[in-house]
């Protein structure tokens, strides 16, 4: 399985259920990245979704511990579920938030960090990838500069 996350210089992902900071170079990247694939998702990621609606072009799966249904989405009420529910998936991508890759995280092996370069206040926070001895940089897939801020997206993957 695998994982797409957008970090800050603090491995900060996000503020008040929303990121700070959001670069359209990023955002290409994620809709590439994830096309066709199945998505896990936690509900508060998608009430911060255009309309609260499903991501086209991919099997949404939302992993929450609420009864609500979501049209467009199949629910799982745990992170074991929502694995075997991408199981005959061609790609599985965890793609938040951070309850979501906190519980994930240990089921993937490759991630696709994207790091932007900036300072913002962030109260939910991604593990550091670089200072973890399980994980190792593989290759930078890009970079670049977009409104002034340098970014770089990186291929990580599981020692």
Not at 8 to 16: A, E, L, N, P, T
Not at 130 to 148: F, K, R
Request: glycine share 8%.
């Amino acid at each position: 399985m695998e994982l797409i996350v957008a970090v800050y210089d603090d491995w900060g992902i996000g503020k008040d259920g929303t990121q700070p900071i959001a670069l359209s170079a990023d955002r290409k990247f994620f809709r590439e990245t994830t096309r066709g694939a199945a998505v896990i998702v936690g509900r508060r990621t998608v009430e911060d979704f255009p309309g609260q609606k499903p991501l086209p072009g991919r099997e949404n799966i939302m992993l929450t511990r609420t009864k609500r249904l979501y049209p467009g989405f199949t629910m799982a009420a745990s992170a074991e579920d929502a694995a075997r529910l991408a199981q005959n998936a061609e790609r599985a991508m965890v793609i938040g938030g951070g309850s979501v890759y906190r519980q994930m995280l240990p089921m993937c092996d490759t991630a696709y960090v994207t790091k932007v370069h900036a300072k913002v206040e962030s109260d939910t926070f991604f593990p550091n990838l670089d200072e973890d001895e399980n994980w190792m940089l593989a290759e930078i897939l890009q970079s670049g500069e977009e409104n002034g801020i340098a970014y770089e997206m990186c291929l990580y993957k599981r020692k």
